[in-house]
């Protein structure tokens, strides 16, 4: 480690070992509904759950191990104040993307509702407002991002997605183009 490297927070470290351990243990207590053991047509190490289940085993019981390690560490040597305010504002830190994530999930559920390139489009240019790119030249480069990549994907790569119940507000003409192109 160089000289201008901050240590790890313990308390980051902690909190996130904890997340993983939860995450593995739910997996693993999963496997049960998830997948099933299968014949074992080459032999026993052919069944089809049985890699899972070691690998997430085997994460568990790492995860468990340092988490186990992390507590001790903590209890031999309390963070400091300093450490716990520091840890809290980098653990809320980790939410920010979550929130993107919600975007995108409202963009997934609007193309089915909204068509492509009208979902297309509100999403890119809500991200570009939500990060406060407002200028018009930002505004016009994210509509001409949208026709772009509803000109890559439905011509291009020839995507093609289910008519959205507002396509049936147009006029027929009209609704065969939106069909057809957006």
């Known amino acids: 480690m160089t000289d201008d490297e901050l240590p790890a927070n313990r308390l980051e470290s902690l909190a996130l070992t904890a997340m993983f351990f939860a995450v593995a243990l739910a997996l693993l207590l999963a496997m049960p509904w998830a ?22 085993a085997g994460l568990t019981l790492a ?40 975007y995108f999930a409202i963009y997934v559920w609007a193309i089915g509702h909204l068509g492509y390139l009208l979902a297309t489009l509100t999403f890119i240019l809500g991200l570009m407002l939500r990060v406060r790119l407002t200028s018009p030249r930002w505004l016009l480069t994210g509509v001409l991002t949208a026709l772009a990549l509803v000109a890559i994907f439905r011509v291009g790569l020839g995507v093609w997605m289910p008519a959205p119940p507002l396509y049936d507000l147009a006029p027929d003409a009209l609704r065969t183009a939106l069909i057809r192109w957006f």
């Not at 299968?38 to 289940?53: C, D, F, H, I």
């Not at 830190?93 to 929130?99: A, D, F, M, N, T």
């Open 35 to 56: 997948t099933r053991w299968g014949q074992a047509s080459g032999g026993w190490w052919t069944r089809p759950a049985l890699m899972p289940g070691l690998a997430l």
């Open 63 to 102: 995860n468990l191990i340092t988490l186990g390690r992390a507590l001790t560490d903590l209890r031999a040597d309390p963070p400091t104040p300093e450490e716990r305010i520091v840890a809290r504002q980098n653990i809320l830190g980790w939410l920010r993307p979550v929130e993107f994530l919600a």
